[in-house]
């Protein structure tokens, strides 16, 4: 009888332990099922396994890398349409100022143009009124004053054309000269401003 209760006794200490043991493991997996309120719900699906527990949280992390992901395409899609707009305004800005400097180099290239044929017209009429009083060009003087600068000549005509000829000179050489835009130039300076 001793062996019985011995056996008895060991038998019920073998099911403690398990009953402990599986308490224990209940328990420390309560936490986890609180956390995804699905798998309380549906405990077939998920059941004990801790394999699907770490999956339904790997899904949760996923998810929230996902929406992460999300968050951050959207912001660059916004930079990129900002960008993109930013370079449309920049080129209708440079179009808006070759328009304008178009017609101001038409504009002070007409007037220019008066001049120069202004300073033809003053020399052939400074011409034409020597020829008519017969100036032997002995009257030459050049003076500077408090009240302006005073030139006297037989040969003004010959000086205010040759005047106006270095105004056009001048003109031609220094103002006028078109500098093109290089499409090369252009694409590196956007290319450098990545």
Known sequence: MQ???VRFTGIALCLFNALVTSVIIGLSLMPSFAANPESKNNSTKVGLDSKNVTNASQIEYDKLLLEKKKRQISRD?????????LREDEFVHRMDVFKFQYWTSLCIFLVVIMLVIGGFILSWKQ????????????????EISKSGVKFRSSVIGLSIMF?????????????????????????HEIN???
């Open 3 to 5: 062996k019985e209760i």
């Open 77 to 85: 899609e916004r930079y990129d349409e900002a960008w993109i707009k």
């Open 127 to 142: 011409f034409e009124l020597d020829s008519k009083l017969g100036n032997s060009g002995s009257e030459n003087a050049f």
């Open 163 to 187: 005047l106006s000829l270095g105004f056009f000179y001048m003109y031609i050489k220094e103002v006028y000269p078109v500098n093109t835009v290089q499409h090369d130039a252009i694409h």
């Open 192 to 194: 450098e401003s990545d």
